[in-house]
């Protein structure tokens, strides 16, 4: 059957091309029927169903039989577990499919160096205090007060006792921010094939 051909030709394109990583897959890999008659963009939202692994080329054959038109299919794998199903309306309506049939089927594990942004340390709070010790003035040699521009001038004074001036502490609180670095460790991710037919009425 012609579906299942074009399928298998996009199957082989997806292989060759595994190793890379295009924006919009769905459209990358899309693979138009030269059969298809009509077609054309449109804004209407295509009907989505999602099928069960495998099944898509027999489905589209079965609504082929009642009356749409296959346009076109797409094919490729990648490490998407999950339907791109964004792309595959998107792309519905560059063509003018109203009907997208879309099945995902795990191919098996892979594991892949990722890069990773991780802590180091976390952010804190340090507080440092600084001591500064008070000199005790220099006694008067005489006993009395001699500053002449004071109202006390010749007045005795009381000499304070060594020692007895208490020290200044000064408190300084500093935030200091979490420190991160990149590590490459190892994940494990899903290789999936995706596998989209588009009809139209």
Known sequence: MKIKRLFAVGITVAA???????????????????????????????????????????????????????????DFANLTAEPMRAQALAQAQQIGANLILYSVQPLGLEVHPVTKTVMESQGRYVTSTTVQQNQNPTPSPYGVNTDVTSPDFLKPVDSPAPGNSPNQTATTTTYVPPKYREQVVPETFTRTQHSIAFLAR
């Open 16 to 74: 060759l091309a595994a190793c890379s990583t295009p924006t919009d897959e769905v459209g990358t890999f899309y693979r138009r029927n030269p059969a298809a008659v009509g077609g054309g963009a449109t804004k209407a939202t295509a009907s989505y169903i999602l099928c069960a692994p495998g099944m898509v080329p027999t489905t589209a054959q079965a609504y082929v039989r009642n009356g749409y038109r296959f346009l076109g299919g797409s």
